[in-house]
Structures are given as structure tokens and as C-alpha cells.
């Protein structure tokens, strides 16, 4: 049981570069969310999602987009990447109030 | 605007020592209290609260909650090296169906 799977783990990008960043669930979780952590600051929400086809915005949205074309996957898109973004990112899921699971996160710089 | 304060933002302990971290939030449609524990990695679970007063207990952690005065607290006794860690607090609002996390404590337990 894989859990909570983010690929990829590690990533440079220049500035402008665009990039997605996959998250994958084998919970059957309807609810999936996107988290960036930056030194002080704890998570922040950037997207989520409370099921199939359905996104909305959390706290930080600006330069993100998120789809959610199936269950059990939530992407993370960067269209053109700013040195701002460089942070590590964790997607995680859940039943809805109940604990929320993490995936291993990706560390991205943005250069 | 929903909020979760954590404090004190950092604490160095010997081994032994007793501690009491706290977490108060304001969110409307409070559903649940989590409580995470953050090493090198990804956050993991500790415990979810759900109703006042019934503390909830792993090993020589332990936690509570308090709906009336919108706080709950997390205590770690004869607190050993390997609780060194971030610990972090979230609060879940059903209404929006979103987790928000407080900035973390961050623990360090001296040998």
C-alpha cells in the first residue's frame, strides 16, 4: 500500500520554466490538497480538491493551477516559474476532517 | 479570515523534562483538532480531537481539547532525543472543507 506517492522528488528550473508536479493516492480519498512549506512559515494551502473534476483555492493560488481529471491523481502546474516558488511542496488526502496524509514532498528551486 | 496559533515557536528541553505545546485556533465550522509530528520528512500523525475534554494518548504523549476556550494542547513526558522535531497543529473547517496549519513548534531535546 503505496499511500500517498509525489514524483518528482527533487527539481532545478530557471526562471520561466514551466513544470507539473504529480500527486498520487491508493486511499480512494475524495479530498486531495496541495501544501507549500517555507522556513517560519508551517503549510500553506495552495489548491485542493473534494473530488473528481472539482478544484478550489486555498491561501496561496497565484501562479499555480491544479487539475484533478481523475480520483486518485492531483497535479500541480507551474506555468512560468519564479524564484518566489522555490519551497518544498507536500500533496496529501483524506476522507474529509479525518487525518490528513502526506506524501514525501518536492523540494523545487527556482533559479 | 481562519487562523491556528501554535506557541511557543521553539523550546529546547533536556531529556526528562516534561513539555506542554499549544495550539488555538479560530475557524468557523470547526470539525476536528489535528496534531502532527515533522522530522526531516513528510508531517506524520499523532492524534485527532474531536470533542472537549477527552484526552487522547500514545506512549508518553498525550492531548487534549477544549472547545469552549478554542485551544488544545500536546504533552510530551520524559521526553527522550528522538522527540526533537517540528510539531505542528491543524484545524479542519468543514464548511470549506480545508485543513489550516499553525506555524509549528519546534522542539529540540538536549542528551
Known amino acids: 500500500n503505496a499511500g500517498v506517492t509525489q514524483t518528482p522528488k527533487f527539481r532545478v528550473l530557471k526562471t520561466g520554466q514551466s513544470m507539473t508536479l504529480l500527486c498520487a493516492q491508493d486511499m480512494n480519498h475524495e479530498y486531495m490538497y496541495w501544501y507549500r512549506q517555507d522556513p517560519g512559515m508551517g503549510l500553506r494551502l495552495i489548491h485542493y480538491s473534494v473530488g473528481e473534476g472539482t478544484t478550489a483555492k486555498g491561501e496561496v493560488p497565484d501562479g499555480y493551477n491544479v487539475s484533478r481529471l481523475k480520483k486518485q491523481n492531483f497535479l500541480l502546474g507551474l506555468e512560468s516559474a519564479a524564484p518566489s516558488q522555490t519551497s518544498v511542496y507536500f500533496c496529501a488526502s483524506s476522507y474529509g476532517w479525518t487525518a490528513l496524509h502526506f506524501g514525501n514532498g518536492t523540494r523545487l528551486t527556482v533559479t | ?111
Not at chain 2, 11 to 34: A, K, P
Not at chain 2, 44 to 61: A, N, P, W
Not at chain 2, 79 to 106: E, N, P
Request: positive net charge.
Open chain 2, 1 to 111: 479570515e481562519d487562523k491556528v496559533v501554535q506557541s511557543p515557536l521553539s523550546l529546547v528541553v533536556h531529556e526528562g523534562d516534561t513539555v506542554t505545546l499549544n495550539c488555538s485556533y479560530e475557524v468557523t465550522n470547526f470539525r476536528s483538532l489535528l496534531w502532527y509530528k515533522q522530522e526531516k520528512k513528510a508531517p506524520t500523525f499523532l492524534f485527532m480531537l474531536t470533542s472537549s475534554g477527552i484526552e487522547k494518548k500514545s506512549g508518553r504523549l498525550s492531548s487534549i481539547l477544549d472547545k469552549k476556550e478554542l485551544f488544545s494542547i500536546l504533552n510530551i513526558t520524559a521526553t527522550q532525543t528522538g522527540d526533537s522535531a517540528v510539531y505542528l497543529c491543524a484545524a479542519y473547517t468543514s464548511g470549506t472543507y480545508k485543513y489550516i496549519f499553525g506555524t509549528g513548534t519546534r522542539l529540540k531535546v538536549l542528551a
